[in-house]
């Protein structure tokens, strides 16, 4: 268990949706890091938060969005669903900053279907 | 644009064999980290690592700053070893870069 908590594990629905994603980081880890898994691609970085502030953004699509709140849960916000949006979506944290600072904890993943 | 090569894609092994997976990336980096991705899907960190080499149980990771190239060993490989490894570099603050991953099946 890396006591990084990703909800819900899965999830379908249809193209045009909109859909969150939830991330408890583990204690004590102020950083939040968002990844997308597809077949094709592998791991792909999305965005980054540090104590509730946007600290890296990779290519995320204007149709997500993603925020880190006080308590440091971090949700990430898929609307105007595609059908190439399916994929595993990974919430990791570390302590510090950047991932040089510290080893990075991954949840199980959030893996969506758009049907 | 750092580019993240992982050899081989896919190997296939007898239980207790001595595995090498390869990682080679064309800039230099401030940190390298090796993953591991079970069959359901979980991702572990197996090691973070920016010089010299580390040590956990049956897993060794080695890194070549000048060469650009990270090794990734398993002693005495065991089927429950079967999954994708996984290396990610960074280069200074900028966020990691992945590589495709070698699939790893450990055969009883």
């Known amino acids: 268990d890396s006591g990084v908590t990703q909800t819900p594990k899965h999830l379908i629905t249809a193209t045009g949706q909109r859909v969150t994603l939830r991330c408890s980081p583990r204690s004590g880890d102020l950083s939040v890091y968002w990844y997308q898994q597809s077949l094709d691609q592998g791991l792909q970085f999305l965005i980054q938060y540090y104590n509730g502030e946007e600290r890296a953004k990779g290519n995320i699509l204007e149709r997500f969005s993603a925020q880190q709140f006080p308590d440091l849960h971090s949700e990430l916000n898929l609307s105007s669903l595609e059908l190439g949006d399916s994929a595993l979506y990974f919430c990791a944290s570390s302590v510090g900053r950047t991932a040089n600072t510290g080893e990075l904890f991954f949840g199980e993943g959030s893996r969506l279907t758009v049907l | 644009k750092n580019e993240v090569e992982q050899s081989p894609q896919n190997l ?69 070893d079967s999954a994708v490894y996984i290396c990610a570099v960074r280069v200074g603050n900028t966020p990691l870069v992945f590589g495709k991953g070698t699939r790893l099946s450990v055969i009883a």
């Open chain 2, 12 to 80: 296939t092994a007898q239980e207790g064999e001595f595995i090498t997976i390869n990682c080679s990336y064309s800039v230099g980096i401030s940190a390298l980290h090796w993953l591991q991705q079970h069959p359901g899907g979980g991702i572990v960190s197996l090691f973070m690592l920016s010089s010299g080499k580390k040590k956990h149980g049956r897993l060794i990771a080695t890194i070549n700053i000048q060469e650009k190239h990270s090794s990734l060993h398993i002693t005495a490989s065991h089927p429950r």
